[in-house]
């Protein structure tokens, strides 16, 4: 995740666990997993986050499903800039 922030381009691993940068942290709950594809979350070229999904199954995500998370995370960066996001975690509170 560190790295897709810094350089503010997708990754897509078919087995995580060979990259330089993977850490399995069993603190976090997370499983263990092998395929891995994030993208950042880009707002006028700053980087405001990383959406990422993991796969335990070893594969390659293909184009249609980088296009789709990066369109995602467009979406949700537009929500953050707006505030709309913000809004939603509240609890009570509705988008207009």
């Known amino acids: 995740v560190g790295t897709i922030a810094a350089s503010a381009r997708p990754l897509n691993l078919s087995n995580a666990q060979e990259h330089p940068a993977f850490a399995y942290l069993p603190e976090t709950g997370e499983e263990i997993y092998h395929s891995f594809l994030g993208v950042p979350v880009l ?3 700053r980087t405001l986050g990383v959406l990422v999904v ?29 505030g709309d996001l913000a809004r939603l975690t509240k609890p009570g509170l509705e988008l207009d």
């Open 43 to 45: 707002r006028a070229g």
């Open 54 to 82: 993991q796969n335990k199954t070893m594969r390659q995500y293909r184009e249609d499903e980088i296009e789709a998370l990066e369109t995602t995370a467009m979406v949700i960066a537009e929500m953050i800039a707006t």
